[in-house]
């Protein structure tokens, strides 16, 4: 076997071995609040008939773990925020990248357009941005353990 083959068959062998977790944008994420640099929950973002969903898995600000959305309208008025969907029917839309028009901050009570993508040099960032009108705003969410 020649030199050629060898390194072609310890290429393939590290593609294969490489944990495929580590390249997904599904799975849990650490939001971090981009104005403190606080962690705020884990975001348990899955695949569902095609299109990207998240959920609220985990509270990580100390006192608001038992937060409820006071502003919020509708079905989701004085509901808690543990447990509520706020990123609903991204669809893929290329390259890694998922586009849509919901993403949802309960704080606020507002809806968002957004885009969330890996950041191409780190697969344990996920970038997020919202769009409200032509301004937007984009965060770095790290993957959580586990």
Not at 20 to 38: C, H, L, P, Y
Not at 99 to 125: H, R, S, V
């Amino acid at each position: 076997m020649g030199i050629k083959n060898k390194w072609i068959i310890g290429l393939v062998f590290v593609l294969f071995s490489m944990p495929t977790q580590a390249q997904s944008v599904f799975g849990k994420w650490k939001t971090i609040d981009d104005r403190t640099g606080n962690p705020k929950a884990i975001i348990n973002i899955y695949k569902e008939d095609g299109m990207m969903h998240g959920l609220v898995e985990e509270i990580l600000e100390p006192g608001k773990e038992d937060a409820v959305c006071h502003k919020c309208e509708g079905e989701k008025k004085n509901q808690p925020v543990l447990g509520m969907k706020i990123i609903e029917d991204l669809e893929h839309s290329g390259e890694g990248v998922w586009k849509g028009k919901y993403l949802f901050d309960p704080e606020q009570a507002m809806t968002f357009k957004c885009k969330i993508w890996l950041n191409p040099n780190n697969p344990n960032e996920l970038k997020v941005r919202g769009y409200l009108a032509f301004i937007f705003r984009t965060q770095t969410w790290i993957r959580a353990e586990g």
